[in-house]
């Protein structure tokens, strides 16, 4: 015989499990003395004493991290609220002067931007050239490059127009 045969046993209490569905509606509201409940809470915290101080102590490292971030971000906003202050501050140090100066270099060239590309329209230059293309096009309806000579011309008028548009003239 062996060690554990021959040794008395400990009596240890059998174990059954019941599933919530099995339970008749009758006894699914049970009652429990208090002396259950500081054994049932007694046994929960001998046995997890070592993880409850190791979850106290995550605890307590999040919390000094959480307080940490915030001192952090008012920082932060401490920071960019004075960067905003000096920025919107910047403007205001202009002196009379300076701004009338800089209102006129602005105004005279807008004039000048207006006056170059939106305030004289050319007629086209190029229209006969133009009418040719098109009458050719129209004469020969899928022959498009009987009508290629004539867009040298074109091109020509157009390039020219261009010169005298940057030009000023």
């Known amino acids: 015989m062996g060690a ?23 006894y699914k509201t049970v009652g429990v ?10 046994t929960r915290v001998a046995g997890n004493d070592g993880e409850s101080d190791r979850l106290r102590q ?8 959480k307080a940490r971030l915030r001192e952090d971000m008012a920082k932060l906003s401490q920071l960019q609220q004075r960067k ?11 002196s009379g002067n300076d701004l009338e100066e800089r209102k006129k ?4 060239t807008v004039e000048r931007v207006q006056k170059q590309f939106f305030a004289y ?5 190029c229209q006969d050239n133009e009418n040719e293309i098109v009458r ?9 490059l009987k009508c290629a000579p004539l867009t040298e011309a074109f091109e020509k008028c157009v390039g020219e127009f261009r010169q005298q548009v940057l030009k000023g003239n």
Do not use: K, M, W, Y
């Open 136 to 144: 050719c096009l129209q004469e020969n309806p899928g022959r498009v």
């Open 33 to 42: 003395s208090s002396d259950v409940v500081s054994r049932v809470n007694a």
């Open 84 to 94: 905003t202050a000096g920025i919107s501050a910047a403007p205001v140090s202009i």
């Open 105 to 108: 270099i602005f105004d005279d």
């Open 58 to 65: 995550e605890l307590a490292r999040e919390r000094e991290e």
């Open 121 to 125: 329209h050319r007629e086209n230059v």
């Open 4 to 26: 554990s045969q021959s040794a008395e046993q400990e009596a240890r209490p059998e174990v059954v499990r019941i599933d919530r569905n099995e339970i008749p509606e009758e």
